[in-house]
């Protein structure tokens, strides 16, 4: 399998002909080119820096076969942006709650988790589902939600206003997988990457890799 990391939290994965899309965040300058190359999307949540219903809607309205798995509110948020609800969609958009199972774009596909990480108790920052692809891949969102299960590869967000360092360390320790690769980095600067692949390696004994945005590596 291969991954390729894009801005934010966006990463493709690509296996012969099957292609998945997680979180086609509008920060990504190629984000409406790699809906319209992608067999399947999933979405982690519905936060401006992971997803743009109107996008998703258009790219939905425009391609037959594409399909595209949300969690309920941004299942929502997408009939709301399309000019015909989900009149046009045919049944491609959709929802998903903790504990479902499914094939996405050739993936077996489980999702986790359910709710965003707390950034302020005042605030209400809603659902968030994390996915297991083909029991190897884990995606959390923006979350620290341990899928409860060995896992090769794990996707760990390093930035944000909901984000600790504790708590990435606390996560990749329960994860505990063969590789961790960085996502949802944008809120860090370039030392407090580095900084966290030190304490990720001193806390959990996983190398956290670094994939600059646009580079295509095996998983």
């Known amino acids: 399998m291969r991954l390729t990391k894009f801005a934010q939290a966006c990463v493709l994965l690509t296996d012969g002909e099957r292609r998945v899309l997680i979180d086609p965040t509008p920060m990504e300058p ?45 299942a929502q948020q997408v009939r709301d ?13 959709t929802s998903v709650a903790p504990g479902d199972e499914f094939v996405a774009g050739g993936y077996e596909v489980r999702a986790f988790g359910g709710k965003h990480a707390e950034i302020h108790p005042q605030l209400d920052t809603g659902e ?27 996707l760990l967000p390093t930035s944000g206003p909901w984000h600790t360092t504790g708590g990435a360390m606390d996560f990749a320790i329960a994860v505990a997988p063969r590789r961790a690769i960085q996502i949802h980095e944008i809120f860090a600067s370039e030392i407090g990457q580095k900084s966290m692949v030190q304490r990720i ?13 646009g580079q295509e ?3």
């Open 81 to 93: 942006a399309a000019a015909d609800g989900e009149a046009g969609f045919a049944g491609r958009l």
């Open 217 to 219: 590596i095996e998983v």
């Open 128 to 154: 968030n589902i994390a996915y297991l692809v083909d029991g190897r891949v884990y995606h959390p969102g923006d979350s620290f939600d341990a899928p409860g299960e060995a896992v090769d590869v794990l």
């Open 30 to 74: 190629r984000a409406a080119e790699l809906l319209a190359d992608s067999d399947a999307v999933l979405v982690t949540h519905g936060h401006g820096d992971h997803v743009d219903p109107g996008m998703l809607a258009e790219a939905l309205a425009t391609r037959a076969d594409l399909s595209v798995w949300v969690p309920d509110g941004v």
């Open 201 to 213: 390696a001193a806390a959990a004994g996983v190398q956290l890799e670094l994939v600059p945005n």
